[in-house]
């Protein structure tokens, strides 16, 4: 088993897949970059197969069709997602008004303290 090649292009694509989307992760916000796994990874998972399972879409139009509809309508959803924050949780703050301005009312009575 370890004497074949595929066992060693498994585990060196897991370990570059585990790096690619920490790093992916780590760029910007998740509501940035969470979205855009969630659509990249059906697209990687359909070359990857055609690729190298040699495996092919139907000639049917109609069930083409109906596929590109879903994948679209599943675009559409991951980033009306991502526009809306849920009710329990706040929006974001812009960097520079975290509170942590000088001169605030709260920053004051607490360095009088």
């Not at 998972?45 to 069709?65: C, Y």
Request: a negative charge; one cysteine or more.
């Amino acid at each position: 088993m370890f004497t074949h090649w595929p066992i060693y292009a498994l585990a060196a694509g897991g370990v570059a897949a585990l790096f690619l989307e920490q790093a992916a992760l780590h760029v910007g916000p998740l509501r940035a970059s969470q979205p855009f796994l969630v659509i990249i990874d059906p697209i990687v998972s359909i070359a990857l197969s055609v690729w190298l399972f040699g495996q092919h879409f139907t000639a049917s139009g109609a069930v083409l069709a109906v596929a590109a509809a879903a994948f679209a309508v599943m675009c559409g959803g991951v980033v009306l997602l991502t526009q809306t924050a849920p009710a329990t949780m706040k929006a974001d703050i812009p960097h520079g008004e975290e509170g942590g301005g000088h001169g605030t009312a709260s920053n004051q009575s607490q360095a009088t303290r």
